[in-house]
Protein backbone atom coordinates (compact mmCIF):
# COMPACT_ATOMS: atom_id res chain seq x y z
CA UNK A 1 0.00 0.00 0.00
CA UNK A 2 2.97 2.19 0.38
CA UNK A 3 3.95 1.71 -2.59
CA UNK A 4 0.73 2.67 -3.60
CA UNK A 5 0.72 5.86 -2.00
CA UNK A 6 4.11 6.22 -3.33
CA UNK A 7 3.08 6.20 -6.96
CA UNK A 8 0.05 8.66 -6.45
CA UNK A 9 2.65 11.30 -5.00
CA UNK A 10 4.82 10.84 -7.81
CA UNK A 11 2.23 11.78 -10.25
CA UNK A 12 1.35 14.79 -8.78
CA UNK A 13 -1.63 13.92 -7.07
CA UNK A 14 -0.61 15.03 -3.65
CA UNK A 15 -1.34 19.06 -3.17
CA UNK A 16 -0.03 20.80 -0.08
CA UNK A 17 -1.81 24.21 1.07
CA UNK A 18 0.58 26.52 3.47
CA UNK A 19 -1.71 28.87 4.86
CA UNK A 20 -4.64 30.43 3.64
CA UNK A 21 -5.48 32.08 0.48
CA UNK A 22 -9.10 32.88 1.45
CA UNK A 23 -10.27 34.19 4.34
CA UNK A 24 -14.11 32.77 4.22
CA UNK A 25 -16.97 34.96 5.63
CA UNK A 26 -18.82 31.42 6.55
CA UNK A 27 -16.28 30.28 9.10
CA UNK A 28 -16.09 33.05 11.25
CA UNK A 29 -18.80 34.41 14.60
CA UNK A 30 -19.74 30.55 14.51
CA UNK A 31 -23.02 30.49 16.98
CA UNK A 32 -24.13 27.44 19.77
CA UNK A 33 -23.62 23.89 19.13
CA UNK A 34 -21.17 24.47 15.81
CA UNK A 35 -19.08 27.34 18.18
CA UNK A 36 -18.32 24.87 20.62
CA UNK A 37 -17.41 22.50 18.05
CA UNK A 38 -15.02 24.55 16.24
CA UNK A 39 -13.56 25.92 19.53
CA UNK A 40 -10.00 24.15 19.35
CA UNK A 41 -9.91 25.49 15.89
CA UNK A 42 -9.34 29.70 16.88
CA UNK A 43 -5.93 28.94 19.06
CA UNK A 44 -2.93 29.67 17.06
CA UNK A 45 0.44 28.27 16.76
CA UNK A 46 -0.73 24.93 15.72
CA UNK A 47 1.59 22.68 13.67
CA UNK A 48 -0.42 19.80 12.61
CA UNK A 49 0.29 18.25 9.52
CA UNK A 50 -2.95 16.47 8.37
CA UNK A 51 -3.61 14.86 5.35
CA UNK A 52 -7.16 14.80 3.71
CA UNK A 53 -8.83 12.76 1.12
CA UNK A 54 -11.37 14.74 -0.58
CA UNK A 55 -13.65 14.15 -3.81
CA UNK A 56 -12.15 14.23 -7.20
CA UNK A 57 -15.51 14.58 -8.99
CA UNK A 58 -16.13 18.47 -10.75
CA UNK A 59 -14.91 21.01 -8.15
CA UNK A 60 -15.12 18.63 -5.37
CA UNK A 61 -10.97 19.30 -5.20
CA UNK A 62 -11.11 23.22 -5.16
CA UNK A 63 -13.44 23.29 -2.69
CA UNK A 64 -11.79 21.50 -0.37
CA UNK A 65 -8.59 23.11 -0.80
CA UNK A 66 -10.05 26.37 -0.10
CA UNK A 67 -12.03 25.33 3.16
CA UNK A 68 -9.24 23.30 4.79
CA UNK A 69 -6.89 26.40 3.78
CA UNK A 70 -9.21 28.55 5.60
CA UNK A 71 -9.46 26.20 9.13
CA UNK A 72 -5.87 26.04 8.52
CA UNK A 73 -5.73 29.63 8.81
CA UNK A 74 -7.53 29.66 12.12
CA UNK A 75 -5.58 26.81 13.69
CA UNK A 76 -1.49 27.50 12.26
CA UNK A 77 -2.00 23.96 11.60
CA UNK A 78 -1.19 22.64 7.45
CA UNK A 79 -3.26 19.87 5.56
CA UNK A 80 -2.40 18.67 2.31
CA UNK A 81 -5.01 17.08 0.19
CA UNK A 82 -4.73 13.72 -1.48
CA UNK A 83 -6.60 13.12 -4.50
CA UNK A 84 -8.37 9.63 -4.83
CA UNK A 85 -9.56 7.92 -7.78
CA UNK A 86 -12.63 9.14 -9.20
CA UNK A 87 -14.60 5.67 -9.08
CA UNK A 88 -16.02 4.78 -5.50
CA UNK A 89 -14.94 1.09 -6.57
CA UNK A 90 -11.43 2.25 -6.76
CA UNK A 91 -11.33 4.43 -2.98
CA UNK A 92 -13.03 2.19 -1.22
CA UNK A 93 -10.12 -0.47 -2.75
CA UNK A 94 -8.11 2.12 -1.49
CA UNK A 95 -9.26 2.82 1.69
CA UNK A 96 -9.10 -1.11 2.68
CA UNK A 97 -5.58 -1.63 1.73
CA UNK A 98 -4.48 1.79 3.49
CA UNK A 99 -6.31 0.83 6.97
CA UNK A 100 -5.51 -2.85 6.29
CA UNK A 101 -1.87 -1.68 6.24
CA UNK A 102 -2.28 0.27 9.82
CA UNK A 103 -1.00 3.53 7.47
CA UNK A 104 -1.22 6.56 9.17
CA UNK A 105 -0.58 8.50 5.78
CA UNK A 106 -4.69 9.72 5.65
CA UNK A 107 -5.86 11.47 8.50
CA UNK A 108 -9.27 12.54 7.40
CA UNK A 109 -11.14 10.24 4.76
CA UNK A 110 -14.41 11.25 3.17
CA UNK A 111 -16.68 7.93 2.58
CA UNK A 112 -19.47 7.05 0.81
CA UNK A 113 -22.91 6.60 2.86
CA UNK A 114 -22.86 3.21 2.23
CA UNK A 115 -19.18 2.21 3.38
CA UNK A 116 -20.17 2.51 7.16
CA UNK A 117 -20.49 -1.21 7.92
CA UNK A 118 -17.27 -2.09 5.95
CA UNK A 119 -15.03 0.48 7.34
CA UNK A 120 -15.83 0.39 10.87
CA UNK A 121 -13.26 -1.12 12.82
CA UNK A 122 -10.88 1.76 11.14
CA UNK A 123 -12.51 4.48 12.20
CA UNK A 124 -12.89 7.05 14.87
CA UNK A 125 -15.63 7.27 17.43
CA UNK A 126 -16.41 11.34 16.57
CA UNK A 127 -18.97 11.67 19.62
CA UNK A 128 -16.14 12.20 22.20
CA UNK A 129 -15.36 15.54 19.98
CA UNK A 130 -18.42 16.86 18.41
CA UNK A 131 -19.80 18.54 21.33
CA UNK A 132 -23.47 17.37 20.22
CA UNK A 133 -23.41 18.69 16.64
CA UNK A 134 -24.79 15.65 15.29
CA UNK A 135 -28.29 16.62 16.50
CA UNK A 136 -28.16 19.62 13.62
CA UNK A 137 -28.16 16.90 10.76
CA UNK A 138 -30.79 14.78 9.34
CA UNK A 139 -31.18 11.68 11.86
CA UNK A 140 -31.61 9.37 9.27
CA UNK A 141 -28.03 9.97 8.15
CA UNK A 142 -26.81 9.98 11.45
CA UNK A 143 -28.32 6.42 12.16
CA UNK A 144 -26.48 5.40 8.99
CA UNK A 145 -23.24 7.14 10.37
CA UNK A 146 -23.75 5.47 14.27
CA UNK A 147 -22.21 1.82 14.25
CA UNK A 148 -22.47 -0.62 17.35
CA UNK A 149 -22.83 3.00 18.75
CA UNK A 150 -20.31 4.55 17.78
CA UNK A 151 -20.59 7.63 15.45
CA UNK A 152 -17.73 6.89 13.10
CA UNK A 153 -18.42 9.42 10.61
CA UNK A 154 -20.21 13.15 10.46
CA UNK A 155 -22.38 14.12 7.51
CA UNK A 156 -20.53 16.08 4.61
CA UNK A 157 -23.61 16.38 1.86
CA UNK A 158 -26.74 14.01 0.74
CA UNK A 159 -27.30 13.44 -2.25
CA UNK A 160 -29.94 11.96 -4.84
CA UNK A 161 -30.79 10.97 -8.70
CA UNK A 162 -32.16 13.84 -10.68
CA UNK A 163 -32.99 14.25 -13.97
CA UNK A 164 -31.29 17.16 -15.92
CA UNK A 165 -33.47 18.68 -19.17
CA UNK A 166 -32.70 21.27 -21.46
CA UNK A 167 -35.98 23.08 -21.00
CA UNK A 168 -35.13 25.30 -24.44
CA UNK A 169 -35.14 22.06 -26.39
CA UNK A 170 -38.27 21.50 -24.59
CA UNK A 171 -39.85 24.72 -25.66
CA UNK A 172 -38.72 24.85 -28.94
CA UNK A 173 -40.42 21.52 -29.66
CA UNK A 174 -43.43 21.90 -27.25
CA UNK A 175 -43.05 18.95 -25.32
CA UNK A 176 -43.40 18.31 -21.91
CA UNK A 177 -41.14 17.08 -19.07
CA UNK A 178 -41.63 13.27 -18.70
CA UNK A 179 -43.48 11.62 -16.13
CA UNK A 180 -42.47 8.16 -17.49
CA UNK A 181 -39.16 6.45 -18.65
CA UNK A 182 -41.24 5.71 -22.11
CA UNK A 183 -42.48 9.24 -21.84
CA UNK A 184 -38.62 10.17 -21.32
CA UNK A 185 -37.50 7.50 -24.53
CA UNK A 186 -40.16 9.04 -26.84
CA UNK A 187 -39.34 12.75 -26.45
CA UNK A 188 -35.61 12.07 -26.60
CA UNK A 189 -36.00 10.30 -29.48
CA UNK A 190 -38.17 13.02 -30.95
CA UNK A 191 -35.65 15.90 -29.98
CA UNK A 192 -32.78 13.99 -30.60
CA UNK A 193 -34.34 13.10 -34.20
CA UNK A 194 -35.13 17.18 -34.97
CA UNK A 195 -31.75 18.51 -33.51
CA UNK A 196 -29.29 15.72 -35.80
CA UNK A 197 -31.67 16.83 -38.95
CA UNK A 198 -31.26 20.46 -38.02
CA UNK A 199 -27.36 20.28 -38.25
CA UNK A 200 -26.36 19.15 -34.71
CA UNK A 201 -25.14 15.18 -35.50
CA UNK A 202 -23.66 14.64 -32.48
CA UNK A 203 -26.96 15.26 -30.20
CA UNK A 204 -28.36 12.28 -27.69
CA UNK A 205 -31.06 11.86 -26.05
CA UNK A 206 -30.23 10.80 -22.70
CA UNK A 207 -26.81 10.28 -20.98
CA UNK A 208 -26.31 8.35 -17.26
CA UNK A 209 -24.06 5.97 -15.93
CA UNK A 210 -23.41 3.08 -17.84
CA UNK A 211 -19.74 1.56 -17.01
CA UNK A 212 -19.72 -1.60 -14.76
CA UNK A 213 -18.73 0.34 -10.91
CA UNK A 214 -20.91 1.61 -8.17
CA UNK A 215 -22.54 4.57 -10.25
CA UNK A 216 -24.22 1.79 -12.35
CA UNK A 217 -25.70 -0.05 -9.45
CA UNK A 218 -26.93 3.80 -8.05
CA UNK A 219 -28.88 3.87 -11.37
CA UNK A 220 -29.98 0.39 -11.72
CA UNK A 221 -31.64 0.36 -8.14
CA UNK A 222 -33.83 3.31 -9.49
CA UNK A 223 -34.87 1.75 -13.09
CA UNK A 224 -35.88 -1.06 -10.89
CA UNK A 225 -37.32 0.54 -8.00
CA UNK A 226 -39.64 2.80 -10.46
CA UNK A 227 -40.91 -0.36 -11.53
CA UNK A 228 -41.51 -1.82 -8.31
CA UNK A 229 -39.23 -4.55 -8.48
CA UNK A 230 -37.65 -3.99 -4.98
CA UNK A 231 -34.24 -2.78 -3.96
CA UNK A 232 -32.39 -6.05 -4.97
CA UNK A 233 -31.96 -7.02 -1.11
CA UNK A 234 -34.81 -6.09 1.23
CA UNK A 235 -34.56 -4.32 4.76
CA UNK A 236 -35.38 -8.55 5.88
CA UNK A 237 -32.42 -10.18 4.18
CA UNK A 238 -34.80 -11.35 1.73
CA UNK A 239 -33.35 -11.42 -1.97
CA UNK A 240 -35.78 -9.93 -3.80
CA UNK A 241 -34.52 -8.81 -7.61
CA UNK A 242 -36.04 -12.00 -9.41
CA UNK A 243 -39.67 -10.82 -10.53
CA UNK A 244 -40.87 -9.17 -13.21
CA UNK A 245 -41.03 -5.63 -12.60
CA UNK A 246 -37.23 -6.13 -12.60
CA UNK A 247 -36.37 -7.76 -15.33
CA UNK A 248 -39.01 -5.33 -17.41
CA UNK A 249 -36.79 -2.21 -15.99
CA UNK A 250 -33.68 -3.84 -17.26
CA UNK A 251 -34.83 -4.41 -20.67
CA UNK A 252 -36.41 -0.86 -20.99
CA UNK A 253 -32.72 0.23 -20.15
CA UNK A 254 -31.01 -1.63 -22.63
CA UNK A 255 -33.54 -0.37 -25.24
CA UNK A 256 -31.93 3.00 -24.77
CA UNK A 257 -28.35 1.88 -25.44
CA UNK A 258 -27.97 2.75 -29.53
CA UNK A 259 -30.81 4.20 -29.78
CA UNK A 260 -31.17 7.71 -27.80
CA UNK A 261 -28.31 7.01 -26.34
CA UNK A 262 -24.52 6.63 -27.51
CA UNK A 263 -23.01 2.96 -26.97
CA UNK A 264 -20.16 5.04 -25.28
CA UNK A 265 -22.33 5.41 -22.16
CA UNK A 266 -21.72 1.79 -21.63
CA UNK A 267 -18.13 3.08 -20.68
CA UNK A 268 -19.05 6.40 -18.68
CA UNK A 269 -19.72 7.74 -15.28
CA UNK A 270 -20.89 10.86 -14.12
CA UNK A 271 -18.29 13.53 -15.04
CA UNK A 272 -18.57 12.17 -18.86
CA UNK A 273 -22.71 12.13 -19.15
CA UNK A 274 -21.74 15.58 -17.84
CA UNK A 275 -19.50 16.69 -19.80
CA UNK A 276 -22.07 15.60 -23.22
CA UNK A 277 -24.70 17.17 -21.47
CA UNK A 278 -22.95 20.78 -20.60
CA UNK A 279 -21.27 20.82 -24.25
CA UNK A 280 -25.33 20.86 -25.40
CA UNK A 281 -25.10 17.49 -26.85
CA UNK A 282 -27.57 16.13 -24.85
CA UNK A 283 -31.24 16.57 -24.03
CA UNK A 284 -31.62 14.43 -20.68
CA UNK A 285 -29.00 13.53 -17.96
CA UNK A 286 -29.51 11.59 -15.40
CA UNK A 287 -26.86 12.88 -12.64
CA UNK A 288 -26.45 14.20 -9.14
CA UNK A 289 -27.38 17.45 -7.37
CA UNK A 290 -23.48 18.51 -8.11
CA UNK A 291 -23.73 19.14 -11.68
CA UNK A 292 -25.81 22.06 -11.10
CA UNK A 293 -23.41 24.29 -10.14
CA UNK A 294 -20.68 23.66 -13.30
CA UNK A 295 -23.83 23.75 -15.70
CA UNK A 296 -24.58 27.51 -14.30
CA UNK A 297 -20.70 28.26 -15.04
CA UNK A 298 -20.19 31.50 -17.77
CA UNK A 299 -18.11 28.92 -19.97
CA UNK A 300 -21.04 25.88 -20.26
CA UNK A 301 -22.54 25.73 -23.22
CA UNK A 302 -25.66 25.21 -21.54
CA UNK A 303 -26.19 28.11 -18.75
CA UNK A 304 -29.56 29.14 -18.11
CA UNK A 305 -31.04 26.28 -20.47
CA UNK A 306 -31.46 23.81 -17.59
CA UNK A 307 -34.28 22.53 -15.43
CA UNK A 308 -34.45 19.84 -12.85
CA UNK A 309 -37.00 17.09 -12.23
CA UNK A 310 -37.16 13.84 -10.14
CA UNK A 311 -36.41 10.93 -12.20
CA UNK A 312 -39.66 9.31 -14.36
CA UNK A 313 -41.82 6.90 -12.82
CA UNK A 314 -41.23 3.17 -13.91
CA UNK A 315 -44.77 1.00 -15.32
CA UNK A 316 -48.10 1.12 -14.70
CA UNK A 317 -48.21 1.76 -11.09
CA UNK A 318 -44.70 2.55 -11.17
CA UNK A 319 -43.15 5.56 -8.92
CA UNK A 320 -40.38 7.51 -8.97
CA UNK A 321 -37.06 6.50 -6.72
CA UNK A 322 -34.09 8.05 -6.17
CA UNK A 323 -30.90 6.19 -5.21
CA UNK A 324 -29.81 7.40 -1.60
CA UNK A 325 -26.19 9.02 -2.44
CA UNK A 326 -24.47 11.23 -0.03
CA UNK A 327 -20.85 11.88 1.45
CA UNK A 328 -19.43 11.59 5.09
CA UNK A 329 -16.08 12.68 6.83
CA UNK A 330 -14.43 10.91 8.97
CA UNK A 331 -10.96 10.36 11.01
CA UNK A 332 -8.60 7.12 10.02
CA UNK A 333 -8.25 5.48 13.74
CA UNK A 334 -4.20 5.25 12.67
CA UNK A 335 -4.09 9.10 12.09
CA UNK A 336 -1.20 10.68 14.70
CA UNK A 337 -3.15 13.19 15.17
CA UNK A 338 -7.39 12.46 15.87
CA UNK A 339 -7.99 15.60 18.08
CA UNK A 340 -7.07 18.01 15.65
CA UNK A 341 -8.23 15.46 12.70
CA UNK A 342 -11.91 15.69 14.31
CA UNK A 343 -11.71 19.23 14.67
CA UNK A 344 -11.21 19.53 10.52
CA UNK A 345 -14.16 17.12 10.38
CA UNK A 346 -16.56 19.45 12.18
CA UNK A 347 -15.08 22.25 10.96
CA UNK A 348 -16.38 21.49 7.46
CA UNK A 349 -19.32 19.62 8.59
CA UNK A 350 -20.72 22.63 10.26
CA UNK A 351 -23.48 24.36 8.89
CA UNK A 352 -21.83 27.87 8.02
CA UNK A 353 -19.50 25.65 5.84
CA UNK A 354 -22.22 23.26 4.66
CA UNK A 355 -24.46 26.46 3.52
CA UNK A 356 -21.57 27.79 1.57
CA UNK A 357 -20.80 25.09 -0.42
CA UNK A 358 -24.83 24.38 -1.00
CA UNK A 359 -24.56 27.99 -2.14
CA UNK A 360 -21.02 27.97 -4.62
CA UNK A 361 -21.07 24.47 -5.07
CA UNK A 362 -24.98 22.86 -5.25
CA UNK A 363 -24.20 20.46 -2.23
CA UNK A 364 -26.72 18.97 -0.28
CA UNK A 365 -26.49 20.05 2.96
CA UNK A 366 -27.73 17.15 5.64
CA UNK A 367 -28.43 19.91 8.09
CA UNK A 368 -32.66 20.56 7.58
CA UNK A 369 -32.33 23.97 8.03
CA UNK A 370 -30.39 25.09 5.62
CA UNK A 371 -33.31 24.03 2.89
CA UNK A 372 -34.91 26.93 4.31
CA UNK A 373 -32.27 29.66 3.95
CA UNK A 374 -32.86 32.31 1.27
CA UNK A 375 -29.79 32.36 0.03
CA UNK A 376 -29.02 28.50 -0.82
CA UNK A 377 -32.73 28.92 -2.12
CA UNK A 378 -31.48 31.61 -4.42
CA UNK A 379 -28.75 29.86 -5.56
CA UNK A 380 -29.73 26.26 -6.11
CA UNK A 381 -34.11 26.65 -6.18
CA UNK A 382 -34.69 23.14 -7.21
CA UNK A 383 -33.13 22.80 -3.66
CA UNK A 384 -36.74 23.73 -2.26
CA UNK A 385 -38.62 21.92 -5.17
CA UNK A 386 -37.24 18.86 -4.71
CA UNK A 387 -36.68 18.04 -1.08
CA UNK A 388 -38.69 15.13 -0.63
CA UNK A 389 -36.42 13.78 -3.23
CA UNK A 390 -33.39 14.03 -1.41
CA UNK A 391 -34.77 12.85 1.88
CA UNK A 392 -37.29 9.78 0.83
CA UNK A 393 -34.46 8.44 -1.75
CA UNK A 394 -34.35 4.77 -1.42
CA UNK A 395 -31.26 3.24 0.02
CA UNK A 396 -28.87 0.71 -1.91
CA UNK A 397 -28.61 -2.70 0.26
CA UNK A 398 -25.46 -1.64 2.55
CA UNK A 399 -27.18 -2.18 6.17
CA UNK A 400 -28.46 -5.60 5.84
CA UNK A 401 -25.80 -6.71 4.22
CA UNK A 402 -23.00 -5.21 6.41
CA UNK A 403 -18.90 -5.97 5.37
CA UNK A 404 -20.40 -7.95 2.29
CA UNK A 405 -22.31 -4.82 0.09
CA UNK A 406 -19.31 -4.41 -1.69
CA UNK A 407 -19.20 -8.01 -3.15
CA UNK A 408 -23.12 -7.37 -3.74
CA UNK A 409 -23.12 -3.99 -5.29
CA UNK A 410 -20.63 -5.72 -8.02
CA UNK A 411 -23.21 -8.51 -8.64
CA UNK A 412 -25.67 -5.67 -8.97
CA UNK A 413 -23.27 -3.80 -11.25
CA UNK A 414 -22.48 -7.19 -13.82
CA UNK A 415 -25.94 -8.25 -13.86
CA UNK A 416 -27.16 -4.92 -15.16
CA UNK A 417 -24.23 -4.07 -17.62
CA UNK A 418 -24.86 -7.63 -18.87
CA UNK A 419 -28.15 -6.37 -20.00
CA UNK A 420 -26.72 -3.49 -21.18
CA UNK A 421 -24.58 -4.83 -23.40
CA UNK A 422 -27.13 -7.24 -24.89
CA UNK A 423 -25.26 -9.83 -23.49
CA UNK A 424 -28.36 -11.19 -21.78
CA UNK A 425 -31.67 -9.98 -21.16
CA UNK A 426 -33.84 -9.37 -18.03
CA UNK A 427 -35.05 -11.87 -16.83
CA UNK A 428 -31.99 -14.05 -17.35
CA UNK A 429 -30.31 -11.27 -15.58
CA UNK A 430 -32.58 -11.15 -12.63
CA UNK A 431 -32.36 -14.69 -12.21
CA UNK A 432 -28.53 -14.96 -12.42
CA UNK A 433 -28.71 -12.07 -9.72
CA UNK A 434 -30.33 -13.81 -7.74
CA UNK A 435 -28.17 -16.83 -7.62
CA UNK A 436 -25.36 -14.69 -7.46
CA UNK A 437 -26.95 -13.14 -4.37
CA UNK A 438 -27.61 -16.52 -2.37
CA UNK A 439 -23.68 -17.50 -2.96
CA UNK A 440 -22.44 -14.27 -1.46
CA UNK A 441 -24.52 -14.35 1.34
CA UNK A 442 -23.96 -18.24 1.85
CA UNK A 443 -26.64 -19.05 4.64
CA UNK A 444 -30.05 -17.66 5.58
CA UNK A 445 -28.32 -14.51 7.31
CA UNK A 446 -26.12 -11.91 5.43
Not at 209 to 237: H, I, M, N, P, R
Request: charged share 25%.
Amino acid sequence: MMAKLAEWKQIGKWTMTVGAVLVLGACGGNKGDAAKADAPADSKGGNVELTISCGSVGQDYEMCKKLTDAWAQKTGNKVKLFTAPNSSTDILALFRQQFGAGSSDLDVVMIDVVWPGILKNHLVDLKQYSNGAESKHFPAIIANNTVDGKLIAMPWFTDGGLMYYRKDLLEKHNLPVPKTWAEMAETAQKIQDAERAAGNKDMQGFVFQGKAYEGLTCDSLEWVSSFGGGSFVEADGKISVNNPQAAAAFDTAAKWVGTISPKSVLNGGEEEARGIFQNGNAVFMRNWPYAWSLMQKDDSKVKDKVGVSPLPAGGEGGKSTATLGGWQLAVSKYSKHPKEAADLVMFLTSPEIQKQRAIEGSYNPTIPELYKDADVLKATPFMGDLYDVFTSAVARPSTVTGDKYNEVSAAIWNATSSVLNGKSNGADAAKKLEEDLTKIRRGDKW
